[in-house]
């Protein structure tokens, strides 16, 4: 059996410096190789959601791929070809070392690229841009779906422009925003609004249209505000209107209340021997309390979880990211 499992941000690995820090988990060969395969399947996407949350981790995703060798190939995509998005994420990095962790991943980038696509939405809507790495990968779908909209007239019957508004409040990073939206011409499809996103959302919902994919990256703690308030304000398109939330599975959020991870680990751990914690098995740490953000995230979580107005699900991708719709389902009376 071949397992397909991501990975993703190879190129800044720092494997030294995960260990004993964000890492509660590594898991290293011997431990892997000892689980049936169904189990390890499970095990690698939930390893890799976890450990992969901690920003300059990465152990386990070498740990993984060489206990796995050839069954764990990389994700490969020829899709897009898009060098200015390694440019700018490679120049994120230079000028931010400690903040450029908080892009999404390369992966994810283009999973939201494929989210675009997919819904063939024409308005999106960002909080949280920092330098517009996502941005530029939210944008450059827009553009694909506009040629497509372009190229079958007849079937659409949607005439407003596709746009997407960029909403930053930090000074700094607007200045860098406005530099790559201007550096690569995406001026008539990317607006910027800088400023607070709950100011930005009070004060773009009487003069937009609902938006068809809104991704939320801003605030961890105001998420429960922004979800609350675009669902009150109908500014996510109905029926087919997309959200989608960076960071849901972030660092402990996942710990201990996550249970299938909980589950295998525990499971790992007793395949792997009593001594947990000998190198060459798994070495844990349950010692460390969530921090506020990742409580925060945690309420949202069960929040949107308990909501009967939407469906969702937490995409183990990274830092985990949530898809959110609007419920298409007929509830039972149970769940009104
Ligand atoms: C996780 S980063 C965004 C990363 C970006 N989406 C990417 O993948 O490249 C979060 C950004 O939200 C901004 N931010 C934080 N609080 C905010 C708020 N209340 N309103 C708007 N932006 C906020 C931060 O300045 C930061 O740039």
Redesign the pocket.
């Known amino acids: 059996m071949r397992h397909y499992v991501g990975l993703d941000h190879c190129r800044w690995l720092r494997p030294s410096a995960a260990i004993g820090r964000r890492m509660r988990h590594v898991l290293t060969g011997d431990a892997l190789r000892s689980l049936p395969s169904v189990d390890l399947q499970h095990l690698l996407t939930e390893a890799y959601c976890w450990d992969h949350s901690a920003p300059n981790s990465g152990t386990s995703h070498v740990g993984l791929a060489a206990a796995m060798d050839h069954t764990v190939p990389f994700a490969v995509s020829n899709q897009p070809a898009l060098q200015h998005l390694e440019e700018l994420r490679r120049t ?1 990095f230079v000028r931010y070392p400690q ?1 450029a962790s ?3 991943s390369p992966l ?2 283009l999973w939201l690229y494929w989210l675009v696509l997919l819904t063939g939405a024409r308005r999106v809507l ?10 530029v990968w939210l944008a450059e779908a827009l553009k694909a779906n506009t040629n497509s909209y372009h190229a079958n007239t007849s079937t659409h019957h949607d005439h407003t422009a596709p746009y997407l508004m960029a ?4 000074p700094e ?1 607007v200045k860098h925003l406005k530099h790559t939206v201007q550096n690569l011409a995406l001026e008539p499809l990317v607006s910027i609004r800088q ?4 100011e ?1 959302l009070e004060a773009i919902r009487s003069t937009h249209q609902p938006f068809d994919l809104i ?1 939320l ?3 961890k703690r ?1 998420y429960v505000q922004y979800y609350e308030f675009i669902l009150e304000h109908g500014l996510l398109s109905s029926p087919q209107g997309l959200m989608v939330v ?2 849901t599975l972030f660092h402990d959020t996942i710990h201990p209340q996550y249970p299938p991870v909980r589950q295998v680990l525990d499971q790992a751990a007793s395949l792997a021997g009593a001594d947990g914690s000998a190198q060459g098995s798994i070495a844990t740490n349950q010692t460390r309390k969530p921090s506020v953000t990742a409580r925060h995230l945690y309420r949202f979580n069960q929040h949107v979880a308990a909501d009967p107005r939407t469906e969702q699900f937490i995409m183990p991708l990274f830092d985990g990211l949530t898809l959110i719709r609007h419920q298409m389902r007929a509830l039972g009376p149970t769940e009104r």
Do not use: H, I, K, P
């Open positions: 994120a903040q908080m892009m999404v994810q980038g960002e909080l949280g841009s920092f330098m517009g790495y996502s941005t909403c930053e409040m930090n990073y400023g607070a996103a709950l930005s991704f990256d801003a605030n105001e960076d960071n």
